[in-house]
């Protein structure tokens, strides 16, 4: 990269003609390079008032890590990050997928990390990927606060993907959550069930309350009141998922919704034992070669990969474009023999609840 270049990206001390370093911004707040590097990383112990020095002479000297200014120093070829849940998910693997193959279309490459489930380690694990040589970021998040991008998002193009951004703006793809939902439930609706069960993931996830109120609002349309004895959420695994049910089978549901795939795969034996009609918010690998093959609302990760990876291209080929973008894909209900079943006699289900 050239002088000219490198002042064009703020790289660079517009007074001495070279890389700004953390040292720099210590002598600009008067403290010293470890102070500088606590407030960069957030940490809690440092005085406002130093604090405050600090971020404002980073914003005046337009400081960057130094492993990220040598990757636009050195030229070589960039990478796109991709920060998701869990590789073990086919829906967040395929996503990953996507982007890798869009990224190595354009010669470049893709370098991942899964975030888990602990929400409180996003921004260490995320931070951690973007002090590589990524030049472009995609993330699923899995907290509720994304505020700690403020400081990247100028520099790295990054798109949210999923779930949308809370705290910072940014490019983002989400699927249609809250009117795939409706649409499920009301497909059960219009086959004659009236006690429809809600299973779902962690409330805490951004589509779960989105996927909850599509539900409700399903059910209000029909003129059926909401009953919290049918809701049950948390249900990631086979255990949790026998214990919600055990739990609503007494109120007598006769049709169960999931929201999401690891929800539908964690409670498909259980559910099918009951014979309830059910329908899951994602497809999954085998949903339809079961039996009953599973009703599903269909999601598109491939795509939804595929466009937030254009994005992120965009975003570098053209680092001036600041107008950040909501985009939201419709999703479709594909029915299979689960939602054909016949609705059982609500008598009967509570009776076997009871047992």
């Not at 403290?31 to 405050?52: G, I, M, Q, Y």
């Not at 920060?83 to 990953?96: K, M, N, Y």
């Not at 790295?156 to 949308?164: A, G, L, Y």
């Not at 085998?286 to 466009?307: H, N, Y």
């Amino acid at each position: 990269m050239t002088v000219g270049a490198a002042r064009r990206e703020g790289l660079l001390d517009p007074r001495t003609a070279r890389m700004v370093t953390m040292r720099d911004v210590a002598r600009r707040a008067e403290v010293s390079p470890k102070t500088v590097s606590r407030v960069f990383n957030d940490d809690p112990h440092v005085l406002p008032e130093t604090r405050a020095r600090v971020e404002a002479a980073l914003q005046e000297l337009n400081y960057v890590p130094n492993d990220l200014a040598r990757t636009f120093r050195s030229g070589r070829a960039r990478t796109v990050g991709v920060a998701v849940p869990s590789l073990a998910d086919p829906f967040f693997a395929t996503i990953v997928a996507a982007v890798d193959d869009e990224a190595r279309q354009h010669d470049l490459s893709s370098v991942v990390t899964s975030l888990g489930s602990d929400a409180g380690r996003e921004a260490e694990l995320v931070e951690a990927l973007l002090r590589t040589q990524v030049s472009g970021l995609v993330v699923a998040p899995i907290s509720a606060d994304h505020a700690y991008l403020h400081r990247w998002v100028t520099r790295v193009p990054t798109v949210f993907v999923d779930r949308p951004p809370i705290g910072v703006g940014t490019d983002y793809f989400i699927e249609d959550d809250h009117g795939g939902a409706r649409a499920a439930t009301l497909h059960l609706l219009d086959r004659g069930c009236r006690r429809v069960a809600l299973l779902g993931d962690h409330e805490t996830l951004p589509a779960t309350p989105d996927r909850l109120a599509g539900y409700r609002a399903a059910l209000a349309e029909r003129g059926i009141a909401d009953d919290p004895a049918l809701v049950a959420l948390d249900v990631t695994d086979r255990t949790r998922a026998e214990a919600a049910l055990a739990r609503i089978l007494p109120a007598g549901p006769d049709a169960v919704f999931s929201t999401n795939a690891r929800t539908s795969m964690a409670m498909m034996a259980a559910v099918q034992r009951t014979g309830l009609p059910h329908v899951g918010f994602g497809d999954f690998p085998m949903a339809d070669v079961l039996t009953p093959s599973f009703t599903v609302v269909d999601q598109d990760p491939e795509m939804l990969g595929r466009l937030a990876a254009r994005r992120v291209l965009e975003r570098i080929a053209e680092p001036a474009r600041r107008r950040r973008r909501k985009n939201v894909l419709a999703v479709r209900l594909v029915e299979r023999d689960s939602c054909r079943l016949a609705v059982p006699d609500l008598g009967v289900v509570g009776a076997v609840g009871g047992n």
